[in-house]
């Protein structure tokens, strides 16, 4: 079973983001580093198509630096496109966004025509971090659940330069299975839209072919580029709580633990897409 999310009132910021764009002249689209193919929203390229874009990796700390380069890479031969790396220990993020977006917009900057920028990201990507940042002062909530809402806001970044938070709330678009799944591994679409076994098994059964070492390290066994999923989470269960009285296994607490492991960094730096895999899910993978 895929995980089939619809969230609904996209229709709200599709419009409201139509309506800015006009006045808008580098799109910044914040990617979690970890899926930067699946954290995208396919409805913001369509409607922000011919202005020059800026992805940010974000959560970069949490990411397999490898990746990261291939990724930004990838992003960067797009035409009218930059990418680059954040994450939320950087004090000063600034320099490199504007930088970044001069590059892009080369004619915007002083005070008569000053660079303005949208900033735009699913839920849980770090945007509320990134723009506090930004700002100096703690002031938009943070929060660990997909969904908080967010006023509109603009923040001045330099007498030239204005950044635009998105109106509304970029639900994340899930077009194929494999995305369903790591979003909901990275935290970015609600609790109750998925069954967390089905993600654990996913996650490990991807983290057994990429990172094994990192999960041999984690759950204390060796052997996991050998095994399956579900022996995996077995040794999860065994190794970290999961095992009731009469020997038998909690899977369900199992399998929170891998996704909660995953989410905090506890396997090391992992990135559960690459450029190739990621084309080639959109290509032939299961469409929703
Ligand atoms: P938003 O929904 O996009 O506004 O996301 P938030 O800014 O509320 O961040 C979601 C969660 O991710 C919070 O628990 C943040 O502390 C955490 N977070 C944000 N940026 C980073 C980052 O660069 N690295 C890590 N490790 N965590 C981050």
Known sequence: MAIQWFPGHMHLTRKAIQERIKEIDVVIELLDARLPGSSANPMLAEITAAKPALKVLNKQDLADPVRTALWLEHFNALPGTQALGLDASMSTPAK?????????????????????????????????????????????????????????QRITIADDF???????????????????YNLAASGAIGRNAFDEQEVALELLDYLRQNYAPALEARYNFTGAAEMTDEQILDVVARKRGGLMAGGKLNLQKAAEVAIYDFRAGSLGRITLETPPEYAEWLAHGQKL
């Open 96 to 152: 490199a966004l504007v930088q970044a977006c001069h590059a892009l917009a080369p004619k915007r900057g002083g005070m008569a025509k000053p660079m303005r920028v949208l900033i735009c990201g699913i839920p849980n990507v770090g945007k509320s971090t990134l723009i506090n940042t930004l700002k100096g002062k703690r002031a938009a909530k943070t929060g660990d659940e997909a969904g908080i809402t967010k006023l509109e």
């Open 162 to 180: 204005y950044l635009y938070d998105t109106p509304g709330v970029l639900w994340p678009r899930i077009i194929v299975a494999k995305s369903g």
